[in-house]
């Protein structure tokens, strides 16, 4: 089987207390997917006592670089177990599968699911009706893994939904997504009323998947995905939806500022809270803090650019 058609599952099983810690240093080390699942043990009656093993499995594309991950993994576990001496130390499991396996390990995860007041993200293969107002978001995340339960994308849908439906100041929304992935902010930002979507990513399955989702959810004539690196975006957007990395969007400030038209919005997500403040600190030359939003240990800013910046 050709590398690029394996993945590696990596399994780690941990006292409940490092499940967040491990979860988002999975996420920042760039897994695909990251699950939790309670371990529950033959002689325990579930409803008597909390679950005293919980396991975290996490993809990553098989490639050399990522191999070399799990050392680092490794090494934060040992360093996690420096800091809670008390508590037992997490064990790894490593191994490579193959694009079916991974399709059939993920999606009984992926269950419909409502990520901010009117927006609801559902797989393709299940039944959901709206209710009133929902916004449904059909998603077959494929290979390229992405179903909006991250906190750090559903902080960046909450933001949107607020933008998008209550300022009316804007008569015709463009929206620039960086980092698409499979799609989800893009279609969710044309289901609100945007006018123009582009999204961007430099990974090729990633936007193969964000294309099909599009077509899926019926919004080809406003969204379009385009396979190029975020540095190379150009023109100036109404909305820009930036959820990366502290360290990306570190680097790319400036550019993200050009980006955004005079007297409009940035979002900023993807950030760990411990380096909220550089971020903050960093636009606060050319971006005003209009919200900032928190889930666990993940910070989102929404930022609005001045009209003379």
Not at 97 to 115: S, V
Request: charged share 30%; aromatic share 6%.
């Amino acid at each position: 089987m050709p590398e690029k058609d394996r993945w590696i599952e990596i399994v780690i099983s941990t006292p409940p207390q490092l499940v967040d810690a491990l979860s988002n240093f999975l996420a920042e080390s760039g897994a695909k997917g990251v699950f939790q699942e309670e371990v529950l043990e033959d002689n325990r009656n579930v409803t008597d006592e909390p679950a005293e093993t919980e396991e975290l499995k996490a993809y990553f594309a098989a490639s050399p670089t990522n191999e070399k991950k799990i050392m680092t993994i490794q090494k934060y576990i040992d360093s996690l177990s420096e800091i809670f001496p008390d508590l037992k130390k997490p064990s790894v499991k490593t191994q490579l599968i193959g694009d079916a396996d991974w399709g059939e390990q993920w999606k009984k995860y992926f269950k419909p699911i409502r990520l901010a007041e009117n927006i609801v993200i559902k797989p393709t293969w299940e039944r959901y009706t709206p209710l009133h107002r929902e916004i449904v978001v059909d998603i077959d995340p494929g290979m390229a893994f992405g179903t909006g339960q991250h906190a750090s994308t559903r902080m960046c849908l909450e933001a949107m939904e607020d933008i998008l439906l209550k300022d009316r100041k804007v008569p015709a929304w463009r929206v620039l997504d960086l980092g698409t992935g499979t799609g989800i902010l893009a279609i969710a930002a044309a289901k609100l009323g945007a006018e123009s979507v582009r999204g961007l990513d430099n990974d090729p399955r990633a936007v193969e998947i964000a294309r099909k989702n599009v077509a899926i959810n019926g919004v080809e004539d406003r969204v379009r995905i385009v396979n190029t690196d975020v540095r190379k975006a150009t023109g100036t957007f109404d909305l820009v939806v930036a959820n990366l990395t502290a360290e990306t969007l570190l680097k790319l400030k400036n550019h993200l500022v050009s980006l955004t038209g005079p007297g409009r919005y940035l979002i900023a997500s993807g950030i760990i809270e411990q380096n909220a403040k550089k971020v903050e600190e960093a636009f606060a030359a050319t971006m005003s803090v209009r919200r900032v939003l928190r889930d666990k240990e993940w910070v989102c800013y929404v930022m609005k650019k001045g009209d003379d910046a």
